[in-house]
RNA sequence: GCCCGGGUGGCGGAAUGGCAGACGCAGGGGACUUAAAAUCCCCUGGCCUUUGGCCGUGUGGGUUCGAAUCCCAUCCCGGGCACCA
């Protein structure tokens, strides 16, 4: 540009001037069709903005801003999702608010994100610890509450004693805390937990419509892991019930030696014999301790011990003894298996190491398997009675109808996927909004339709235990939401494990009034007439929650009457296009669609799934090949980067890297490359004085050839935007300026439309260009350039010449001439003649305008 | 172990059945300049007997007139899942 500096004036002043006319606020309604286009929104860490951000945002800007230029009304929304963890270490060290905290960390991102002049409606700001939102994630698990798909219960969960708070499966990898990477152990808590199973198999057919990432689809299919099998009933010899098992290989049922309950089976008790009682226990107090890392560890050793306990084979009699052993997991299917080690290498090896038989009665077809044990495929059924000679399937089948028959067995579909732990002992979070009391009072309210209380009350009352008392869960009212987060003395957890909620004492006690509603701190020694004791829920909502829903309330962020007005909601629907990181393939993107699902079956939004197209921008890795953090010193500043070469060029450059979805590590020297084609695109605009150039002029001046690739340039940048192939359409936007600036003189229209194709990448530089030209701003919304097919075409074709496939020249001919013509004119080609001259040619191939190929003997 | 994705110059990458290496970086040469920076022009996969030819997209096969591209096998790198019966 005119001087190394201009550029923060420049951009700066184009910020103002977006921010200040309202270029891309959006309407929420009105004769423009709609575009939705969603980032995943930050977490506003202290550290500020990395430069992986920018990558998404600029590829979510620039079709925001295509979408705009095509004149479409745009939404391109803003948020921070700000509860979590950070925040409340940082409260916990410094004893201040974290609320004050999450405000500074907000102000430095939102600064960071206006720097680098994204087309944003910032009216449409939202914050997840607003309370003027969060009253609406807690109206959803109201509403998820009344509908009997959030639960208490005491199970064990996963503690991890350095964060003193409960982590979800989800949250763990490896046996270690996903946040800080600590050990973690099973620990039994009470917990509110979601019913996300109800959902399996809506979440996992929801997934066919999709245009989502392959791989992203199947993680959500693997992690839903639906199953189908069966389920058998192994009958005890005494009056007891029998042992119900899951399997899917009901065709291996004559192979089964043995039994295997999971050491948190219920049954355990009343079966086990008395002399191996003592054994049990031990092993049980043992499998409780274990982390993941630690059964994965034993997992060679398939640890386990009889119960002396025997049940009948279903189908034989045979006597069959029971074991427990931690290989066999507690929460899926009937948390019992069948063992067949013929057939199972997890059998197989935990028979070996307990000398227990094996017993083989499937044959592997001709080629499938080595011959050994265990065979783990398909064959066909031996030593399986009237069963013998049918294939896996045709055995599984008649199996299963046979117990059927006898009342022992049925199909049965199981899923991988776990119900949600969705409560954590932390202050950050959105507070649950139910209030515990006892029986009697609960009674009371449940026999009060007209109650408020009464309004989210599920069919089944939700009960717990506390302190050998049955309790009750009491939904507030709409109309007491948001239930802010109290204030407290200090944010840290009590060694407990209560929440740091459990120390605001004069909130936690409530007295509620059934008929009126109301809520007061509980005074005195017990309630006054007509009103009831209660204690709050002290436990939080996750963090997971708030970004379960946020894509609806950009659509009307400041309604006060409901979670999103259903006039916006009917217009915008659902983003058209949503990007974010593929760490989110699972967690976030399965729980959104759960809520979003949810609310599409109570009626509060018209489609089913949230995100119908979705793509993961890659991660941009340091200078040195990995991935950026701070021990390894190579994490690059995106401040730093606009302090010196401008928004613009960091927009340009992140997009030029390479294809957006690839890995791809930064390069500090190669923005050098961008800055210099912005500076070119600068001189050549703008004479010395800094007016638009006296070389474009007016008349067409162009030339064909000139005007062919403008306009092969404008149908690629258009398709390569649709596409998301960002690097591919800058490259052709730097081939078009390469030819542009040798040139004389230039059609203004020309240069024109070439600053309206670069606009959305560097729209700062190319609305600054535009109003010196004499165009009225903003460049941002006038109409797109379109192709012009008159212009495109070409009279020649250039044809390529091979012999046997191998290039050995090439002819340009009219674009219409007869096949048999350019046969003739590639044999009389300077350098395909001499080859046709020693051999007899076998074959030609002809495609039309493009090669020529002769097949020579 | 299972399921995906990917291996192309010194580097990021382009080309998805028809000119391998677009575009950019780095490097070399030249112009301008007292000089430097900036800018502009040219060269830049390897090899050879250089107006030409041979080799070349991890490796080995195959399909095809023609393969970086499709198929089979194999090696390496990256990601996900990991006792789910």
Redesign the pocket.
């Known amino acids: 540009m005119e001087d190394d500096r201009s550029f923060s004036a420049v951009e700066a002043k184009w910020q103002e001037f977006w921010r200040r006319e309202g270029t891309f606020a959006a309407e929420n309604g009105g004769d423009c069709p709609p575009y939705y286009v969603l980032d995943m929104f930050p977490y506003p860490s202290g550290t500020g903005l990395h430069i992986g951000h920018p990558e998404g945002y600029t590829a979510s800007d620039i079709l925001a801003r295509y979408h705009w230029a095509l004149g479409h009304n745009v939404l391109h929304p803003m948020g921070w999702d700000a509860f979590g963890l950070p925040a409340e270490q940082h409260a916990v060290q410094t004893g201040t608010h974290p609320a004050l905290n999450t405000a500074q960390n907000i102000e430095k991102f939102r600064g960071q994100i206006r720097r680098l002049g994204f087309a944003i409606d910032w009216s449409r700001e939202i914050n997840t610890t607003d309370p003027h939102y969060y009253r609406w994630t807690q109206w959803i698990f109201l509403q998820l509450f009344r509908h009997g798909l959030a639960y208490v219960d005491e199970r064990p969960v996963w503690w991890c004693p350095q964060l003193k708070t409960v982590l979800a499966?989800?949250e763990i990898?490896?046996g270690r805390s996903e946040r800080g990477n600590f050990p973690v152990e099973r620990r039994p808590m009470r917990q509110w937990i979601l019913r996300i199973t109800a959902y399996a198999e809506q979440l996992l057919q929801g997934l066919e419509g999709l245009d989502w990432p392959?791989?992203t689809k199947?993680?959500q299919i693997?992690?839903i892991?639906?199953?189908e099998?069966a389920e058998i009933d192994f009958p005890l010899a005494g009056l007891e019930d029998p042992i119900r098992?899951?399997?899917?290989?009901a065709d291996t049922l004559f192979g089964v030696t043995y039994l295997?309950l999971?050491p948190e089976h219920p049954a355990l008790e009343r079966i086990v014999a008395p002399g191996q009682l003592a054994a049990v226990e031990d092993y049980r107090r043992q499998a409780a301790r274990k982390g993941?890392l630690e059964?994965?560890?034993?997992?060679k050793?398939?640890?386990g011990v009889p119960t002396g306990a025997q049940a009948r084979h279903p189908l034989t009699g045979e006597p069959i003894p029971i074991w427990v052993a931690?290989?066999?997991?507690g929460?899926?299917?009937?948390?019992?298996?069948?063992a067949v080690p013929a057939h199972?290498?997890?059998?197989f090896?935990?028979a070996q190491r307990h000398g227990l038989p094996v017993l083989p009665v499937v044959w592997p077809k001709d080629g499938d398997g080595d011959g050994g044990l265990p065979y783990c495929g398909p064959g066909v059924l031996f030593a399986s009675e009237e069963f013998s000679g049918l294939s896996s399937e045709e055995g599984r089948a008649a199996i299963v109808r046979r117990l059927e028959e006898l009342g022992l067995g049925r199909a049965a579909v199981?899923?991988?996927?776990?119900d949600w732990v969705f409560s954590r002992q932390r202050y950050w979070g959105e507070p649950v909004p139910i209030v515990w009391v006892d029986g009697a009072d609960f009674s009371a309210i449940a026999a009060n339709p007209a109650s408020p209380f009464a309004e989210f009350l599920p069919e089944k009352p939700v009960r717990a235990l506390r302190e050998g008392r049955e309790i009750f869960a009491v939904p507030l009212p709409a109309g007491q939401l948001p239930l802010l987060l109290p204030a407290v003395e200090s944010y840290l957890p009590s060694d407990d494990g209560e929440s740091p909620l459990a120390r605001a004492q004069d909130w936690v006690g409530v007295d509620l009034n059934p008929e009126s509603g109301e809520l007061r701190p509980a005074g005195g020694e017990g309630p006054p007439a007509g009103w009831i004791r209660g204690r709050r829920e002290t436990n939080t909502m996750p963090q997971w929650a708030g970004s379960c829903w946020y894509h609806l309330r950009y659509l009307s962020p400041h309604c006060s009457e409901r979670l999103v007005d259903p006039a916006a909601e009917a217009y915008w629907r659902v983003p058209n296009f949503y990007i974010g990181g593929?760490?989110h393939?699972?967690l976030h993107l399965l729980y959104a669609r759960f809520w979003h699902r949810f609310l599409h079956t109570i009626g509060a939004v018209g489609t089913a799934e949230p995100y119908p197209r979705l793509f993961h921008q890659g991660l941009i890795l340091g200078e040195d090949?990995n991935?950026m953090s701070k021990s390894r010193g190579n994490v690059v500043n995106p401040d730093e980067v606009i302090g010196r070469y401008g928004a613009d060029a960091l927009r340009l450059f992140e997009m030029?890297?390479?294809?957006l979805d690839?890995?791809?590590?930064w390069?500090t020297?190669?923005?050098?490359?961008?800055?210099?084609?912005l500076?070119?695109i600068w001189?050549w605009c703008l004479d010395e004085g800094g007016q638009f150039s006296q070389k474009f002029s007016a008349d067409p001046c162009d030339g064909s050839r000139t005007q062919r690739l403008l306009h092969e340039t404008i149908a690629t940048v258009r398709r390569?935007i649709e596409a998301l192939?960002f690097?591919?359409a800058?490259?052709?936007l730097?081939?078009l300026?390469?030819h542009l600036?040798?040139l004389e003189r230039v059609e203004r229209a020309t240069a024109l439309a070439f600053l309206q194709l670069l606009a959305p990448f560097a729209p700062h530089i190319c609305e600054e260009l535009w109003q010196r030209a004499g165009e009225s701003p903003s460049i941002a919304r006038a109409p797109f350039p379109v192709p012009d097919p008159v212009k495109l075409h070409c009279e020649t074709a250039?044809i390529?010449l091979?012999i046997?496939?191998?290039?050995?020249g090439?002819l340009t001919v009219p674009v219409d001439l007869p096949a048999g013509e350019v046969l003739r004119l590639a044999r009389l080609h300077p350098?395909v003649e001499p080859h046709l001259m020693e051999r007899e040619i076998v074959?030609e191939?002809y495609?039309s305008g493009?090669?020529v190929?002769?097949?020579l003997r």
């Open positions: 499966n989800e990898v490896d392959d791989s199947r993680q693997a992690w892991g639906r199953s099998g098992i899951y399997t899917t290989r295997v999971a993941d059964r994965t560890d034993l997992a050793e398939k640890s931690d290989y066999v997991l929460a899926y299917g009937t948390g019992a298996v069948m199972d290498g997890r059998d090896f935990f199981n899923h991988r996927l776990r593929a760490e393939a699972v090949g991935k030029f890297l390479g294809p690839a890995v791809k590590p390069d020297r190669a923005i050098g490359g961008i800055d210099r084609f500076k070119k001189r390569d192939h690097n591919t800058i490259s052709q730097m081939i300026l390469n600036q040798r250039k390529l091979q046997n496939g191998r290039l050995r090439d350098r074959k191939v495609v493009k090669v190929n002769f097949v």
